[in-house]
């Protein structure tokens, strides 16, 4: 019998996420968490005016910072007019492939952050240092794609940090950080920004690489003595097509859809999903400040 799952309050809305591309991506990645892929329409892109209806909703919240992702957030054609809005606000993040990179839209987006007096992070997931440990991952030639892209958003004055799921064995961390470092480097990044993420066993990773294990669940014992703003459900909601979610990971999961509103969503949060154990062991993982150890500078 699995004993009740511990109950997160969102104890300040701090960050607002925004899944503008749904569950829509041009990629079909082996250990994609939400399963995104060109034809998954389980969510779908966000309108422009749901956006600026929530960033409006937002300010008496005193979120601080604004989060884009999807599926490929870059395949919203409406992207530039959102991060607007927000940097209007806040500092964004946009989370991307970087497969997808236009000259056109890197200097709108470029000419957008010069005029906000907050910043806009670009971060680029690349699962390998090399086409040889990215590929197999996320597609044949997306490493050399990718690669472009942060070229490309060097080139408009970005310092992107890049992500890479652990897809290899942990002991080969701080092997894999340094060849990441060679290799940006011999594109221009001096001092790249580098950060490591746990995988998460479900969606298409469960089938890569095995799911959880029985006993892999937050329990109310693990919670004493806990900090719990270190998950990213005591200090944020996402936005979705199809309303607010407690998170990033679980927007395909039903019972994370909170409700319309902001104050709907403002809910506890049971952590009864298995992939809460993980964010338990590293914090908010979605964010740009917790990850496997440190990000290089």
Sequence with gaps: ????????????LDALWFQVAGTVCNLR???????????????????????????DESVGWGVKEYYVTGGEPFMHKQLPEMLE????????????????MRDRVLERLARAERASRYSLEIR??????????????????TFLAAMNGVRALLAHGFLPIITATRVWSPDGDESTRRA????????GYEKP??????????GREAARAGGYGDDDRVTGEMMEGYDAGHLLCSGARVVTNRGIHVCPILVDQED?????TLAEAATPFALKHQACYTCWL??????????IGEDSA
């Design 29 to 55: 990645c082996t250990h994609c968490f939400i399963s995104c892929a060109p034809e998954n329409h389980t969510l779908e892109f966000l309108e422009l005016d749901t956006v600026l209806t929530l960033l």
């Design 193 to 202: 920004r580098i950060k490591i993420l746990p995988s998460l066993r479900i």
């Design 180 to 187: 990441f470092e060679d290799a940006l480097r011999d594109l």
């Design 282 to 291: 590293y914090g908010a993982i979605c964010s740009n400040y917790s990850g």
């Design 256 to 260: 994370s859809l909170l409700g319309e």
């Design 85 to 100: 809005a927000m940097l209007a606000l806040g500092p964004a993040t946009v989370l991307t492939n970087a497969t997808l």
């Design 124 to 141: 680029v997931s690349i699962d390998g240092p090399d086409a040889e440990t990215n590929d197999p991952i996320r597609g044949e030639g």
């Design 1 to 12: 019998m699995v004993p009740s799952a511990p109950e997160v309050g969102l104890d300040h």
